[in-house]
């Protein structure tokens, strides 16, 4: 059963750090592209960084230059470090693959992690 499971989330103040984890129960992890994506209050979900297969890097131009994605294969885990962080990346982050995992009719998503930035 597909299961992705997210943590590292809080309150920090502007300017700060948080890094971010996401386990994910899911075959075949290594030939799938993972992405973070994250969706703020009153806000449809959005992309914000994903790392291929192959190791290449993506990354919304809001978070670009503060933000980093990672993958460990033999982990199953992606990571984000996000530094210098801003108000605006307030939100609910969670991640999935890039396009994200579908079951039956619908995609899978975990319950994501909350970021919270104080100015």
């Known amino acids: 059963q597909v299961q992705l499971v997210e943590s590292g989330g809080g309150l920090v103040q502007a300017g700060g750090s948080l890094r971010l984890s996401c386990v994910a129960s899911?075959?075949?992890?290594?030939?799938?592209?993972m992405g973070w994506y994250r969706q703020a209050p009153g806000k449809q979900r959005e992309l914000v960084a994903s790392?291929?297969?192959?190791?290449?890097?993506d990354y919304a131009d809001s978070v670009k230059g503060r933000f980093t994605i990672s993958r460990n294969n033999p982990k199953n885990t992606v990571y984000l470090q996000m530094n210098s962080l801003k108000p605006e990346d307030t939100a609910n982050y969670y991640c999935n693959a890039n396009p994200p995992l579908r079951s039956g009719d619908g995609e899978v998503w975990g319950q994501g992690t909350v970021v919270t930035v104080s100015s």
């Open positions: 899911v075959r075949f992890f290594s030939f799938k592209n």
């Open positions: 790392v291929g297969s192959g190791g290449s890097l």
